[in-house]
């Protein structure tokens, strides 16, 4: 089944697992989801120490970065840790829809999330088109 969320719906709403309400969603799911959460709220940003600009689990205004969006486990003590540092040390608790333990996969939704070069002015840039194509190829 093609489900398609609109911009204005997909505020209303956290994910399509919950809208759903049903069973865990796919990779290709999840992706999608990802693209279309992050299409229409800004990604979860931060300055560290050094004034670079990093990705942080859970940032201003309530943000969060795509991993931490689809676990119910706070990750804030885990900034600087990788999804593959995290999966397989400790207890994660994955919110409904979003139950896949597979450590690399969770590594490219947060780079999808991370990589710079993959979003423009808060929409997916042509680079990040192209690595969503791949990450598609890579998980079908």
């Known amino acids: 089944m093609d489900f398609t969320i609109s911009r204005r719906f997909h505020h209303q709403i956290q994910s399509k697992a ?3 309400n049903t069973k865990t969603m796919n990779k290709l799911e999840i ?3 990802t693209v ?3 299409s229409t709220h800004p990604r979860s940003l931060g300055i560290d120490d050094n004034g670079d600009v990093r990705c942080r689990y859970k940032g201003n205004n309530g943000t969060e970065c795509a991993f931490q969006r689809c676990v119910e486990t706070d990750l804030s003590e ?10 397989p040390n400790d207890q994660i608790s994955f919110k409904e ?7 690399g996969f969770w590594q ?6 991370d990589g710079g070069e ?9 680079y990040g ?9 890579k998980y079908q």
């Open 18 to 20: 919950q809208y759903l």
């Open 97 to 103: 829809g979003y139950n896949i333990e597979d450590v």
């Open 78 to 87: 885990f900034e600087g840790r990788s999804a593959s540092y995290i999966i």
């Open 108 to 113: 490219d939704i947060q780079y999808l999330h």
């Open 118 to 126: 993959n979003w423009e002015n808060g929409e997916l840039s042509e």
């Open 129 to 137: 088109a192209d690595f969503v194509k791949r990450l598609k190829e």
């Open 36 to 38: 279309a959460y992050y």
């Open 31 to 33: 992706i999608d989801d």
